[in-house]
């Protein structure tokens, strides 16, 4: 990583395991918050999935929600990152805020989100973006890009003037956190982690070491 430390403020370079907010999710608000001010997409974030068989991987996906219950993103349920978690219905998640310095990592079990929700999130996306869930098979090999502005064409003129349902395909996920990692880059690559488990009705917070 090449990231230098932050230097708009003291706070900024600071993470220590006595000071942190015990509740993990207004830790995370404070710096998402802080990461809005200073990268183009916060809500960037890695994917990291396994299949039946525990092959992992990984892929970069937008936080569309998140609160107490967990920390939302839409796809296609036939693609490969809803088929992994079909099969093996945990994940985690990495934030990573080059010019902070910083990471957060959260691990969690996931289930889909209720269709209500889906709906109100796909009718706030564009038209164009609503008709590229009916025209893409997500994951799904095709012949060209011309195939899939076809498909694309195709889905245009059927929806040419009318609404855009949210189709049975597609939805979100929502990942219930047990673990956060907080991390802020260090000097020598002397970094500081702080971490977050599950402790009775709260949470334990510790250091790691680097």
Same mark, same amino acid.
Request: cysteine-free; aromatic content about 12%.
């Given at each position: 990583?090449? &990231?230098?430390?932050? =230097?708009?403020?003291?706070?900024?370079? /600071? %993470?220590?395991?006595? /000071?942190?907010?015990?509740?993990? %999710?207004?830790?995370?608000?404070?710096?998402? $918050?802080?990461?809005?001010?200073?990268? =183009?997409?916060? $809500?960037?974030?890695? +994917?990291? !999935? &396994?299949?039946?068989?525990?092959?992992?991987?990984?892929?970069?996906?937008?936080?569309?929600?998140?609160? $107490?219950?967990?920390?939302?993103?839409? !796809?296609?349920?036939?693609?490969?990152?809803?088929?992994? %978690?079909?099969?093996?219905?945990?994940? &985690?998640?990495?934030?990573?805020? $080059?010019?902070?310095?910083?990471?957060?990592?959260?691990?969690?079990?996931? /289930?889909?989100?209720?269709?209500?929700?889906?709906?109100?999130?796909?009718?706030?996306?564009?038209?164009?973006?609503?008709?590229?869930?009916?025209?893409?098979?997500?994951?799904?090999?095709?012949?060209?890009?011309?195939?899939?502005?076809?498909? !694309?064409?195709?889905?245009?003129?059927?929806?040419?003037?009318?609404?855009?349902?949210?189709?049975?395909?597609?939805?979100?996920?929502?990942?219930?956190?047990?673990?956060?990692?907080?991390?802020? +880059?260090?000097?020598?690559?002397?970094?500081?982690?702080?971490?977050?488990?599950?402790?009775?009705?709260?949470?334990?917070?510790?250091? %790691?070491?680097?």
């Amino acid at each position: 990583m090449h &990231a230098s430390l932050p =230097a708009d403020g003291a706070d900024d370079a /600071t %993470l220590d395991e006595r /000071t942190v907010d015990p509740d993990p %999710l207004v830790q995370f608000r404070q710096w998402y $918050e802080r990461a809005g001010r200073a990268v =183009a997409a916060p $809500e960037a974030m890695a +994917l990291a !999935t &396994a299949d039946a068989a525990g092959r992992p991987s990984v892929r970069m996906v937008l936080l569309k929600s998140w609160g $107490e219950e967990g920390f939302v993103f839409y !796809t296609n349920y036939d693609g490969r990152k809803s088929r992994d %978690l079909e099969a093996n219905p945990e994940a &985690a998640l990495l934030f990573y805020w $080059e010019p902070l310095g910083r990471q957060v990592r959260i691990e969690g079990s996931v /289930t889909r989100t209720g269709d209500a929700e889906a709906d109100e999130y796909f009718a706030s996306r564009g038209v164009a973006s609503r008709i590229g869930a009916y025209a893409s098979h997500q994951s799904r090999p095709i012949a060209s890009r011309a195939e899939l502005d076809a498909q !694309t064409a195709v889905w245009s003129v059927n929806f040419a003037g009318g609404d855009v349902p949210r189709p049975p395909w597609w939805g979100g996920w929502r990942l219930a956190p047990r673990a956060f990692e907080f991390w802020q +880059l260090g000097a020598d690559r002397m970094h500081d982690r702080v971490a977050y488990e599950p402790s009775g009705q709260g949470w334990s917070v510790h250091r %790691l070491q680097p």
